[in-house]
């Protein structure tokens, strides 16, 4: 004698047919909310694991136009890595999309913080023939279970968002999504500062640079060309197209005489 499992129609079944239905939208308010808490809710410096391996974003720093991010590449058991990737699969991104977006790459000492231009190998590929990526490529072996730290710098300064990072261990190929440069200006509301401030573009912010009203002080700045770099002094507007320039502030200084306020902006 067999015990026969009673068979249960779905497609018949109205009350199986409702129950189905919620269980794929709570499949998708799963898979959204997962995406979410990955996009928002994870740190950036987080690991991320890529099979058996891990990636660290380490920071980036804005030097004028340019930007250096840094991460760091840890390698699991056997198979080790023997070269990886940071970019895009197939097509390329605006902001590394040729070796003249990047001005430099190399290996990172984070105990130091010494950048070594040139060290572990970095190449510019469009396509990776084991990772099918566009990017950077670090053509150097990472043994089983130790650390590799590297860095690239780009043409620009961009806003954090996320980039692919690809390994290749074996005959295996892991991806894994990490923060990195979205190519994407900081989207500043308001670039106009005024009297002791100079708005910074690197931070999109205001600072304070000490009070102008000696008897004759001079402010200079370096800018990216078409930051939107803006210094005021009483009604003078000092900018890209007004660069440099002198402005008198009559009784302005603290002994009750004038104030020559000198301006050196430079834009790169």
Do not use: R
């Not at 340019?66 to 197939?90: A, D, R």
């Not at 991806?175 to 002791?196: K, Q």
Request: aromatic share 14%; with cysteine.
């Amino acid at each position: 004698m067999y015990l026969k499992a009673p068979v249960v129609n779905f497609h018949s079944n109205p009350y199986c047919m409702k129950f189905t239905v919620i269980l794929k939208k709570l499949f998708i308010v799963f898979f959204f909310l997962s995406f979410l808490n990955f996009s928002f809710g994870q740190n950036c410096t987080d690991p991320v694991p890529a099979g058996n391996h891990i990636v660290t974003f380490h920071s980036v720093e804005n030097n004028a136009c340019e930007s250096t991010w840094i991460y760091c590449v840890t390698s699991g058991n056997s198979p080790s890595i023997s070269h990886f990737n940071f970019g895009t699969i197939g097509a390329c991104v605006d902001c590394i999309n040729s070796s003249d977006d990047i001005i430099e790459a190399g290996c990172y000492e984070p105990g130091t913080g010494t950048f070594v231009p040139n060290g572990c190998s970095p190449v510019f590929t469009t396509n990776d023939p084991t990772t099918s990526f566009c990017g950077i490529k670090f053509d150097i072996a990472i043994e089983a279970e130790t650390t590799t730290c590297v860095y690239f710098t780009l043409d620009g300064i961009y806003e954090t968002g996320i980039i692919e990072f690809g390994i290749k261990a074996g005959a295996d190929v892991e991806i894994a999504s990490v923060c990195g440069p979205s190519c994407m200006e900081p989207d500043c509301n308001d670039n106009i500062c005024y009297t002791t401030d100079y708005y910074n573009p690197n931070t999109c912010e205001c600072e304070n640079v000490g009070e102008p009203y000696e008897a004759s002080s001079t402010f200079s700045a370096t800018n990216c060309s078409g930051s939107g770099f803006t210094y005021i002094v009483d009604t003078d507007v000092y900018n890209e197209d007004n660069p440099v320039g002198s402005t008198i502030l009559p009784n302005a200084n603290w002994q009750g005489c004038d104030s020559t306020v000198n301006v050196d902006l430079t834009f790169l």
